[in-house]
C-alpha cells in the first residue's frame, strides 16, 4: 500500500518531494512517538514531523484542546479571540523574565520561512537600512527571501536564488574553520573577521538592517553555535545597533533543553523567530517576537490570511501548559544526555567524523577516514538501515552526510535506548 501511495504521489506531485525520497513510508497513524504506515509497519518516529510534534503523534490532551475549539471557531484574521490572546499570553510567558514586558508579538504567515521574512523585513523597515548578514551553513526556509538567507550553497544553486544584499559570514564551528586554525590557536576569529568587516566602512559591508543566526545549526548538520562566538555577536551588533535576530523555528520550543535556544547562551535578542513546535500537534503557525523599540510597522504593512488559526493556538496553550507541568524541559536535557552517552558508543567508529548535538538534536557525521570527505551514501544507507529496523532519522549537513534525530520531547528513556541502539547498529553494519 505504501509502494501504491507512493507511486500515485509520483504521478501527481512535484517532483520537489523531500520526505519520501530518502523515507519511502505512507504514515497512517501515529501515537506519541510511534508511527504506523498503511502496511500496519511500526516505526519509532525521530523525524517527528521535522521537530514539529514536541509531545509526540496524537497527544490526547491537544487532540481534545483542537476538538473542543474546531467546534467553536476555526479560523479568526488577525482578530483579538480568547484562545489567540492566551496563546499569545502563553509564549511570552515563557521568555526569560527581563525580556517579557519588554517584547511584543506579530503573527505572522503559517510557516517558519514566512516568519523570517517578516523578522528581515521588520529590521529593514526599522533602521532604515537594506543589508543583511546571515551566515554560511545556516537553513532559514524556502521562500525566496528565507533561502536567499540559506548559506547552504547546494540548495540555492539550482534554484539560482539570491537577494541583493545578503553578505554570508563563517558560522563558528571549529570542525570546518576557514582558516584552518585548531581551537587552542583561534581567538574566536569568525567573530573577530564579521566584527573587523563590519567596523571597516571600506570593507563592502554596509551596516546591515540586520545578523540573522541559528544557534544551532538544524539543517546545515546539528552545529551548535560556540559560546564565546554568540557573545561577541551580540556585543558587536549592539555596539554598532543591529538588531540581532535569532532564528528559533527549529532550536525553540523546548527542543535544545530550555525554551529558547538564546537562554543558555546568555544573551536577549531584538527579534526571535519561532514556528514549528508552537502549536505542538503540526498545526500551522509562525511568529516574531520583538523588542519594542522596533515596533515601527504602520497598520496593514504586514498582513496575512493565515495568521488567526485558533486550532494552532488552542493546541499551543495546551502544549506550553504540559511542557510546563509535566517537566518536560528537564526530561530532554535527561534524553539528551542518554542520547549523548549513547551515540558516544561510536567514538570508535573510523566513518563517525563527529557526534554533535543541543537537548534533542541530534547528529551524527560521516566521513570517508582516508581523505575526510563527507559520506553521503553512507549516511542513506545507514537511514535505509535504521527505517527496516524501525527507527526514523533525517539527513542533513554537507551534502547529507549528517544522520539527524530530533525525537519527541517527551519521549521515555526507553524508547530513546531503542531508537540508539538502532542507530548504532546501523552506523556500525554500514561502515562495516
Ligand atoms: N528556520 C529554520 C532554522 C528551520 O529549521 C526551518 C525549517 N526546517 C525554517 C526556518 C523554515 O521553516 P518552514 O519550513 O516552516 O518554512
Same mark, same amino acid.
Given at each position: 500500500?505504501?509502494?501504491e501511495?507512493?507511486?500515485?504521489?509520483? !504521478?501527481?506531485?512535484?517532483?520537489?518531494?523531500? @520526505?519520501?525520497?530518502?523515507?519511502?513510508?505512507?504514515? /497512517?497513524?501515529? !501515537?506519541?512517538?510511534?508511527?504506523?504506515d498503511?502496511?500496519?509497519?511500526?516505526?519509532?518516529?525521530?523525524?517527528?514531523g521535522?521537530?514539529?510534534?514536541?509531545?509526540?503523534?496524537? !497527544?490526547p490532551e491537544?487532540?481534545?484542546?483542537?476538538?473542543?475549539?474546531?467546534?467553536?471557531?476555526t %479560523?479568526g484574521?488577525d482578530?483579538?479571540?480568547?484562545?489567540?490572546?492566551?496563546?499569545?499570553?502563553a509564549?511570552?510567558? *515563557?521568555?526569560?523574565?527581563?525580556?517579557?514586558?519588554?517584547m511584543?508579538? %506579530?503573527?505572522?504567515?503559517p510557516?517558519?520561512?514566512?516568519?523570517?521574512?517578516?523578522a528581515v523585513?521588520?529590521c529593514?523597515?526599522?533602521?532604515g537600512?537594506?543589508?543583511?548578514?546571515?551566515?554560511?551553513g545556516?537553513?532559514?526556509?524556502?521562500?525566496?527571501?528565507? *533561502?536567499?538567507?540559506?548559506?547552504?550553497? /547546494?540548495?540555492?544553486?539550482?534554484?539560482?536564488?539570491? *537577494?541583493?544584499?545578503?553578505?554570508?559570514?563563517? @558560522?563558528s @564551528?571549529?570542525?570546518?574553520?576557514p582558516?584552518?586554525?585548531?581551537?587552542?590557536?583561534c581567538?574566536?576569529?569568525?567573530?573577530?573577521?564579521?566584527?573587523?568587516? =563590519? !567596523?571597516?566602512?571600506?570593507?563592502?559591508?554596509?551596516?546591515?538592517?540586520a545578523v540573522?543566526?541559528?544557534?544551532?545549526?538544524?539543517?546545515?548538520?546539528?552545529?551548535?553555535?560556540?559560546?564565546?562566538?554568540?557573545?561577541?555577536v551580540?556585543?558587536?551588533?549592539?555596539?554598532?545597533?543591529?538588531?540581532?535576530?535569532?532564528?528559533e523555528?527549529?532550536?525553540?520550543?523546548?527542543r535544545?533543553?530550555?525554551?529558547?535556544?538564546?537562554?543558555?547562551?546568555g544573551?536577549?535578542?531584538d527579534?526571535?523567530?519561532?514556528?514549528?513546535?508552537?502549536?505542538?500537534?503540526?498545526?500551522?503557525?509562525?511568529?516574531?517576537?520583538?523588542?519594542?523599540?522596533l515596533?515601527v510597522?504602520? #497598520?496593514?504593512?504586514?498582513?496575512g490570511?493565515?495568521?488567526?488559526?485558533q486550532?494552532?493556538?488552542?493546541?499551543?496553550?495546551e502544549?506550553?501548559r504540559?511542557i510546563?507541568?509535566q517537566?518536560? =524541559? /528537564?526530561?530532554?536535557?535527561?534524553?539528551?544526555?542518554? +542520547?549523548?552517552?549513547?551515540?558516544?558508543e561510536?567514538?570508535?567508529?573510523?566513518?563517525?567524523?563527529?557526534?554533535?548535538?543541543?537537548? =534533542?538534536?541530534w547528529?551524527?557525521?560521516?566521513?570517508?577516514?582516508?581523505?575526510?570527505?563527507?559520506?553521503?551514501?553512507?549516511?542513506?544507507?545507514?537511514?535505509? %538501515?535504521a527505517l527496516?529496523?524501525?527507527?526514523?532519522?533525517?539527513?542533513?549537513?554537507?551534502?547529507?552526510?549528517?544522520?539527524?534525530? =530530533? #525525537?519527541?520531547?517527551?519521549?521515555?528513556?526507553e524508547?530513546?535506548?531503542?531508537?540508539?541502539? +538502532?542507530?548504532?547498529?546501523?552506523?556500525?553494519?554500514?561502515?562495516a
Open positions: 500500500r505504501s509502494a501511495l507512493l507511486a500515485r504521489q509520483r !504521478h501527481w506531485e512535484s517532483n520537489a518531494r523531500t @520526505y519520501p525520497r530518502r523515507l519511502p513510508i505512507a504514515p /497512517a497513524e501515529g !501515537h506519541g512517538p510511534w508511527l504506523r498503511v502496511d500496519g509497519n511500526v516505526f519509532i518516529d525521530f523525524l517527528a521535522a521537530g514539529v510534534l514536541s509531545l509526540g503523534h496524537g !497527544h491537544l487532540v481534545a484542546a483542537v476538538t473542543r475549539q474546531a467546534a467553536r471557531l %479560523h484574521l482578530f483579538p479571540t480568547p484562545v489567540k490572546d492566551a496563546f499569545v499570553e509564549q511570552l510567558s *515563557m521568555l526569560p523574565a527581563a525580556l517579557r514586558e519588554r511584543k508579538v %506579530h503573527l505572522c504567515g510557516t517558519g520561512a514566512n516568519a523570517v521574512d517578516a523585513k521588520l529593514k523597515t526599522a533602521t537600512r537594506g543589508e543583511v548578514v546571515a551566515f554560511q545556516a537553513f532559514h526556509g524556502s521562500s525566496h527571501a528565507a *533561502m536567499a538567507l540559506t548559506g547552504l550553497v /547546494a540548495q540555492k544553486q539550482p534554484v539560482a536564488n539570491g *537577494m541583493p544584499g545578503v553578505h554570508f559570514f563563517p @558560522y @564551528y571549529c570542525g570546518r574553520c582558516l584552518a586554525l585548531s581551537p587552542d590557536d581567538e574566536t576569529n569568525c567573530a573577530a573577521f564579521l566584527e573587523r568587516s =563590519l !567596523h571597516d566602512g571600506n570593507g563592502g559591508v554596509p551596516l546591515p538592517a540573522v543566526l541559528e544557534l544551532v545549526q538544524g539543517e546545515g548538520g546539528v552545529i551548535p553555535a560556540r559560546l564565546e562566538f554568540v557573545t561577541r551580540r556585543e558587536l551588533t549592539r555596539e554598532l545597533d543591529i538588531p540581532l535576530i535569532v532564528d523555528v527549529q532550536t525553540g520550543c523546548g535544545t533543553g530550555s525554551w529558547f535556544a538564546f537562554e543558555q547562551y544573551i536577549e535578542p527579534v526571535i523567530v519561532a514556528s514549528k513546535a508552537l502549536s505542538g500537534i503540526g498545526a500551522p503557525v509562525a511568529l516574531i517576537i520583538y523588542d519594542r523599540r515596533d510597522w504602520a #497598520p496593514g504593512a504586514h498582513t490570511t493565515f495568521r488567526g488559526n486550532l494552532a493556538f488552542a493546541a499551543g496553550v502544549t506550553v504540559i510546563r507541568e517537566g518536560v =524541559l /528537564a526530561n530532554v536535557r535527561a534524553r539528551g544526555a542518554q +542520547i549523548r552517552q549513547r551515540l558516544g561510536l567514538d570508535d567508529c573510523r566513518w563517525v567524523r563527529e557526534v554533535r548535538g543541543l537537548g =534533542l538534536m547528529g551524527v557525521e560521516l566521513a570517508d577516514p582516508r581523505d575526510g570527505r563527507p559520506a553521503p551514501e553512507l549516511a542513506r544507507a545507514v537511514q535505509d %538501515h527496516r529496523h524501525g527507527l526514523i532519522t533525517e539527513l542533513g549537513g554537507r551534502a547529507d552526510s549528517v544522520v539527524r534525530v =530530533l #525525537p519527541p520531547l517527551n519521549v521515555t528513556e524508547v530513546v535506548d531503542t531508537a540508539c541502539s +538502532i542507530l548504532v547498529a546501523a552506523v556500525r553494519k554500514c561502515a
